[in-house]
């Protein structure tokens, strides 16, 4: 019996799909901990003696992962807290240069990075949620929350109560509704 070409396609479709796929998380974890001994280096270097450096508080990459062929991920440091992507990822080489804003679209809404340049990992887009980091008194609370706000940001759900439902329609994210949403969903 001769085996069916198309199923033959299919499995190495679906194969190399795979591969694919555990290699852009792959990529998207190392990205992350790239992004954090450059953080590490800073906060080593020239942020720990400013009045802004939470000590409670330590650099890390949370929930880096591959969306829609982009990394994004949760940039956690004693100063700030943003939602950043690397530039080389699905953007053109006509792409913003450092100090620009790139809008970015998300299940829960449009928003707006700001680019910059971060050696030696090369130009990357943040979107700052948090700083300074005073209100989180340890490393496991804003850990929990970067993982809820990544989890909200990539929720549909979201778009639709950060606007509510009496409200225009709006294509940007609303970042003041929703860290209400997710400082109100963790604290409860």
């Keep these: ?71 994004v991920g949760m940039m956690v ?13 699905g953007i ?25 340049d971060l050696v030696p990992v090369g130009s990357i887009a943040s979107y700052s949620l948090f700083s300074p980091m005073f209100e989180f008194e340890d490393m496991a609370s804003a850990r929990a929350t970067a993982e809820a706000a990544l989890a909200a940001l990539m929720s549909p759900a979201n778009r639709a109560a950060s606007h509510g439902t009496d409200a225009p329609h709006i294509s940007s994210f609303d970042r003041r509704h929703f860290l209400h949403g997710v400082l109100t969903e963790r604290r409860a």
Excluded at 35 to 51: E, G, K, V
Excluded at 95 to 109: D, K
């Design 1 to 71: 019996m001769r085996p069916n070409r198309s199923s033959w396609r299919l499995k190495m479709t679906s194969d190399r799909e795979q591969h694919s796929r555990t290699s852009m998380h792959a990529d998207a974890s190392a990205w992350g901990e790239m992004l954090s001994a450059a953080y590490r280096d800073i906060a080593d270097r020239t942020m720990r003696d400013l009045p802004i450096f939470n000590e409670a508080l330590s650099v890390e990459a949370i929930a880096f992962r591959a969306r829609e062929g982009r990394i």
């Design 92 to 116: 053109s080489q006509s792409s913003p240069g450092p100090g620009s804003n790139l809008r970015l679209r998300f299940p829960a809404g449009e928003i707006e990075f700001t680019v910059s």
């Design 77 to 89: 440091t004693p100063w700030f807290m943003n939602v950043v992507t690397p530039m080389r990822d």
